[in-house]
């Protein structure tokens, strides 16, 4: 712990900035000094877990939103300027507020000089991320050394599996070269209805493609396992040849309804709601799932009733059943408009009758070309070591029993893998020897992710707060991804959805310098 340690702003006191929160707390050497939020009761149950405890908040301490932090910080400067005696600042920030917010408020932020991590997806557009790269390295196109640590929610990266699965491949080349990966996430036949029918983020023109919204960080793994070179190598990335993607909303719309349920909206006033597994009072207050039947008051069944904890110290389990059954409960009717409709979510909603149009299925696929480097003596395993032609195939399926508990196949020129979320297998062609790696299964969200990100971005801002580091070495040593990274897998999924739409093979190289590198340059 340094003596002066990194103090850090959440942006946004839902399940991600209470991730960030916990993780910071727990797992690093920050301390979590204010919070940003509208809804009070958020603001102050994410304040008095990490920040204020019982005795209430300070000066500085708590904000209705990002806006209200950048005015505070820009008076306290002033009073500080002037002598006064103010509360100390914060040195970063953690963005957790929705995905379609975040190019406003790194954008607001950016005049502060503020370390930033934000939660992934960077933006919704590709329009909006190449802003947010503009806005971080004034400087470009020529200079691209980052004034202050960037960090982006691709919590994969950071996990203790995936970590040493990357050391396997790129380093200790225990299956040869890579020739192919083959990666799925199972998002989970009721996680899906949760988050991309019912939820946040179900349709594109609100959000983003589910591609960006549920699996960026999956397209980003590939390109960190094929594309970003291993660690100490000069070499530059080995970018993909080609890119492209197939998928649709296959199950969840009015096509295939029952026909048993009738013209309900709403599946506790379904006539088939207890024979539906999709039925809300099954999933949100039944017992088979992570219902609050089983005992969980965590997700998803505070995302339906965020004060369901609050609710049932107050007044036992049955006022918490009834205030999320009434939750529940919220219906709309033919009179109702379009626009109110699609402005919230319905949790208790039929599954067939959403308004969602994100992608329930989905593959991607990414071919690379040999790409040797120059000067390798004429040894050709040398030069191609890394930069051999090679395939991977990503899939995003909603119907599994799995929950996010991803999984993949790799194929080597001397082995292959098959890595799942506790167990990473390796089989030799040339010796016949299977080996097994049992990873630490770090607790917290995505393997032990979360904690890895707010780590690593905690002490790359400690590195250059305390132990004068520079900003560029921080970011590489304990980050670990560079802007132009971010950029870049951000990119293939918007190549990816630009390929599904057009049913074609794009050439990822010309595609980026006509729709990343031509935004780059254009005065805005």
């Known amino acids: 712990m340094s003596i002066n340690p990194p103090r850090l702003l959440i942006i946004g006191a839902g399940s991600r900035g209470n991730a960030y929160a916990h993780a910071t707390e727990t797992a690093s050497n920050g301390i979590v000094v204010a919070v940003a939020d509208p809804i009070v009761y958020k603001r102050r149950r994410l304040g008095e877990r990490y920040i204020w ?16 932090f950048v005015a505070y910080e820009q008076d306290r400067r002033s009073r500080a300027a002037r002598g006064d005696d103010v509360p100390e600042g914060v ?3 953690f963005i957790c507020v929705l995905d379609e917010q975040h190019k406003e408020v790194i954008l607001g932020l950016a005049p502060l000089g503020l370390h930033i991590m934000c939660e992934k997806p960077l933006a919704c557009t590709l329009e909006d991320c190449v802003a947010i ?7 470009l196109p020529g200079n691209i050394t980052p004034t202050k640590i ?9 996990s203790p599996h995936n970590m040493l699965l990357r050391k396997l491949l790129l380093e200790d080349k225990v299956i040869g070269e890579t020739v192919s990966i083959n990666h799925t996430e199972p998002v989970g036949w009721w996680h899906f209805t949760h ?7 179900r349709r594109e023109s609100t959000t983003a493609p589910s591609l960006l919204t549920k699996s960026c960080h999956d397209i980003d793994l590939l390109l960190w396992m094929l594309c970003s070179p291993p660690p100490g190598s000069p070499n530059a990335a080995h970018v993909p040849s080609t890119i492209t993607s197939a998928g649709s909303l296959q199950f969840f719309n009015k096509s295939r309804k029952p026909s048993a349920a009738g013209s309900a909206t709403n599946c506790l006033s379904c006539p088939i709601e207890s024979s539906c597994k999709y039925s809300a009072k099954k999933i949100y207050l039944g017992s ?13 069944v505070d995302i339906v009733v965020p004060e369901i904890e609050e609710c049932i110290a107050a007044g036992g389990l049955s006022s918490g059943e009834a205030v999320l059954k009434a939750k529940l409960e919220e219906d709309y009717t033919t009179a109702t408009p379009a626009s109110e409709i699609s402005s919230r979510n319905w949790f208790g909603r039929c599954v067939w009758e959403a308004d969602n149009d994100v992608c329930d299925d989905q593959v991607v696929t990414m071919t690379w070309d040999n790409d040797p480097v120059p000067n390798a003596g004429g040894d050709n395993a040398k030069a191609l070591t890394g930069r051999g032609a090679k395939t991977a195939i990503f899939h995003m399926v909603a119907h599994t029993k799995k929950i996010c508990e991803r999984y993949s196949h790799i194929y080597g020129t001397d082995g292959e893998i098959y890595a799942d979320s506790d167990k990473i297998i390796v089989e030799n062609f040339n010796t016949g020897a299977k080996k097994v790696y049992k990873p630490h299964l770090a607790g917290g969200g995505h393997g032990g992710g979360d904690a890895g990100l707010a780590r690593q971005f905690i002490l790359a801002v400690d590195a250059v707060k305390n132990h004068g580091a520079k900003v560029p070495d921080a970011q590489r040593e304990h980050v670990g991804c560079s802007l132009e990274e971010v950029i870049r897998s951000h990119a293939m999924v918007f190549a ?5 739409k057009g049913k074609k093979v794009l050439n990822f190289p010309q595609w980026w310098k006509e729709e990343v590198e031509v935004g780059l340059l254009k005065d805005e």
């Open 53 to 68: 405890g019982k005795t209430g908040p300070s000066e500085g301490q708590e904000f209705e939103d990002w806006s209200h």
């Open 91 to 93: 040195d970063g920030v």
């Open 133 to 139: 790269y503009k806005a971080l390295l004034p400087g």
């Open 150 to 158: 960037f960090s982006i929610g691709h919590v994969l990266r950071y």
């Open 195 to 201: 988050s991309y029918v019912r939820g946040n983020w």
């Open 288 to 300: 088979e799932l992570k219902g609050l039947g089983s005992g969980n008051t965590h997700w998803p």
């Open 496 to 500: 990816a959805e630009d390929a599904r």
